[in-house]
C-alpha cells in the first residue's frame, strides 16, 4: 500500500485567529482608537507584525473584524437574556443588567467597545454599522413587546416603537455610567427600577 506523504502547502499558524481577534478588542477597548498603533497590537495580539499585515490587514481592518466579532458575541448574550422564556420585565430587566455586567466585567476595561469606542471612530463603515446594530436591537425589543402584548402582560395600544428605543437609550447611558466608574452594584439597581419605568402604562392626555 502506498501512503500519501504529501505535506500540506504553507506553514502552519502558529496562533488562534479567533484568540488574536478577542485579544486586539481588548486593545482597542482600553486605549481607544485613535489611541491604538501597530506596536500595540503587534503586542497585544501576540502576532509577528508580518503575520498582522498578512492575516488581519491595517488598523482599520483589524479594528472593523475585531468589532463585528465583539458585536456578534454581545449580540447573542444580549438577545438570549431578552427572549428567554419569562415575564416579559424579567426580559427587560435581563437585558439591562447584561449591559451593565457586560460593561462592568472583570478582567476589561470599563464600558462596551460599540458605546464607548466605535462611536468615536471617524469612518463611514463603522459608523454604519453601529447604525444597523441599533436598529437591530431595536427591532428585538419591539419583538419582544409585541410578544408581551399577545401573552396580555402589556396593554395592546403600548407604545412598542417608542418603548424599544427607550431601553437601549437606557442601556447605553447604563453602558457610559459605568465607564465613568460606578459601581456595578449600584448600576444593576438602577436596570431594575428601569425597567418599572419602561413598563409604565402609556399616559392618556386629558381632555
Do not use: H
Request: aromatic letters at 6%; glycine letters at 10%; charged letters at 25%.
Amino acid at each position: 500500500m502506498i501512503q500519501n506523504t504529501a505535506r500540506p502547502r504553507g506553514r502552519p499558524r502558529s496562533f488562534d485567529e479567533t484568540g488574536a481577534l478577542e485579544k486586539a478588542t481588548q486593545v482597542f477597548w482600553s486605549k481607544g482608537y485613535d489611541g491604538v498603533t501597530i506596536d500595540d497590537l503587534v503586542e497585544g495580539m501576540g502576532v509577528g507584525r508580518p503575520s498582522l499585515y498578512a492575516i488581519f490587514g491595517d488598523k482599520r481592518a483589524i479594528f472593523l473584524r475585531a468589532l463585528k466579532g465583539y458585536a456578534e458575541r454581545k449580540g447573542a448574550a444580549a438577545t438570549k437574556a431578552l427572549l428567554a422564556p419569562q415575564t416579559l420585565r424579567d426580559s427587560i430587566v435581563g437585558f439591562l443588567r447584561y449591559a451593565v455586567e457586560s460593561a462592568t466585567e472583570k478582567g476589561s476595561a470599563r464600558g462596551c467597545l460599540m458605546m464607548c469606542v466605535a462611536p468615536l471612530v471617524n469612518d463611514v463603515e463603522v459608523q454604519q454599522f453601529l447604525q444597523r446594530a441599533v436598529a437591530g436591537g431595536a427591532a428585538l425589543l419591539e419583538r419582544r413587546f409585541q410578544d408581551g402584548i399577545s401573552a396580555g402582560d402589556i396593554p395592546p395600544d403600548f407604545p412598542v416603537a417608542a418603548r424599544a428605543i427607550q431601553v437601549t437609550d437606557l442601556a447605553r447611558g447604563l453602558t457610559m455610567r459605568a465607564q465613568l466608574g460606578m459601581p456595578r452594584k449600584t448600576l444593576l439597581k438602577e436596570a431594575e427600577e428601569a425597567a418599572d419605568l419602561v413598563l409604565l402604562p402609556r399616559r392618556r392626555a386629558s381632555k
